[in-house]
């Protein structure tokens, strides 16, 4: 759970003796092996002061992988946990570009930071005192209030919200268990644009939702689905995968792109997909982009004759109908020590077979394990990188 932060906490640490207090305790080491002494000197040195003080600089180190601009934030561990990833708060930025933006579930305010200076104007909300106040520290000039965000307390914006993903410590993909639910905020904000963020694990087919979903994902970690209200949806669009770098790059498909594939043996190469882009159902739109095809129309593995700049492939070496023994053998054959596997379709479990193939060679190969038809299949692959 982590320490739970109170109002005078956020203001004592946002004080220049707070400061330097957590420039006092950021210089300790705080590792595994020093944790204990550390949490003895700071609880000598600060006294009561001294859990807020630990708490601070470890979600600061915490902070670094995801919100690498934030290492003065203030911020809860729970709280940075459902933080949006700053590359991932940055493209929806870019996508409301111009827009008057309320954000009414803005915690800490990582999508606050994101949207100031790209939106004409930002408000940020919040039921928790506390995160209001380390939102106020984090994106200082905001307009910020305390409000439930089923109560609107703003007009003419647009609307962001992130419902808590949990229900009774559970993670959860029913619309309904959200907090607050989803049909509440839809009844809330009647009219109005909307984005809210939902986990990429929901039934979008179930939802049947009007608008847009976007399915997002970040250094090849699918991190969440966004379901955009008509009013902000691009035309003819009720699906699109973003796979975003955190260098910078990245690349977007929609199902307003063409999905007709040839019906091919299988190529030199196999490519699997990013995960936004099977779980937005683009499969077949992303492989007519690359002129690649299906290994089997119900499989999201693609093949083709040349890999696509900046992917990583698997290049086809041998071919084999799967049973555990002949597998070994081919791969005894092709003198390889250690396998990366990869399943879709079949009922393996990597962790499980990889010891029962009994490697001793020297080379690293790539082992995909699909259905085509009803059969199941194994590829033995040189891997592109």
């Known amino acids: 759970m982590g320490y739970a932060f109170t109002l005078a906490d956020v203001a004592y640490l946002r004080s220049a003796q707070g400061a330097a207090d957590l420039a006092e305790v950021a210089a300790r080491e705080l590792s595994t092996r020093t944790r204990l002494a550390d949490i003895g000197w700071a609880r000598t040195r600060f006294g009561d002061r001294a ?40 493209h929806r930025a870019r996508r409301l570009s ?10 800490i305010g990582a999508e ?50 992130d419902p808590a993903r949990r229900s009774e410590g559970r993670r959860t993909h029913d619309p309904a268990a959200l907090m607050p639910p989803l049909p509440d905020l839809l009844d809330a904000y009647a009219g109005r644009d909307l984005a809210v963020k939902c986990a990429p694990g929901l039934d979008f087919d179930a939802l049947d939702w009007p608008g847009e979903v976007e399915v997002v994902s970040l250094d ?12 902000l949806a691009a035309p003819g669009v009720r699906r699109r995968a973003s796979v975003l770098r955190s260098d910078g790059a990245g690349f977007e498909i929609t199902d307003a792109q063409p999905d007709e594939l040839p019906e091919r043996e299988p190529g030199e190469w196999i490519v699997d997909p990013d995960g936004a882009i099977v779980r937005a159902g683009l499969v077949r739109h992303y492989a007519a982009a690359h002129g690649l095809w299906q290994l089997d129309p119900r499989i999201a593995y693609l093949t083709g004759d040349a890999l696509p700049a900046g992917l990583r ?32 379709g079949v009922d393996v479990d990597p962790a499980v077979l990889r010891p029962r193939l009994k490697l001793r060679g ?20 040189e891997p592109s990188r």
């Open 313 to 344: 492939g698997f290049r086809i070496l041998d071919r084999l109908k799967y049973s555990e023994k002949s597998l070994r053998q081919t791969l005894s054959s092709m003198d390889c020590g250690a396998a990366e596997i990869l399943v879709r």
């Open 220 to 231: 090849g970690g699918v991190r969440e689905a966004c379901l955009y209200s008509p009013g």
């Open 98 to 107: 111009g827009r008057r933006v309320h954000d009414v579930t803005c915690s």
């Open 362 to 381: 020297s080379r690293s190969l790539s082992v995909v394990l699909t259905r085509i038809g009803r059969t199941p299949t194994a590829f033995v692959c």
């Open 51 to 90: 859990a807020p003080l630990i708490e601070t600089v470890l979600v600061r180190r915490k902070a670094v992988a995801k919100l690498p601009a934030a290492g003065g934030w203030l911020s809860t561990d729970d709280a940075l946990q459902q933080a949006t990833p700053a590359p991932v708060a940055a």
């Open 112 to 161: 606050l930071a994101a949207l100031t200076g790209v939106a004409e104007m930002v408000v940020g909300s919040d039921l928790d005192p506390v995160r209001l106040a380390m939102a106020e520290h984090n994106v200082p000039g905001v307009a910020l209030v305390r409000a439930d965000a089923l109560r609107p307390v703003t007009r003419g914006t647009t609307v962001i919200a």
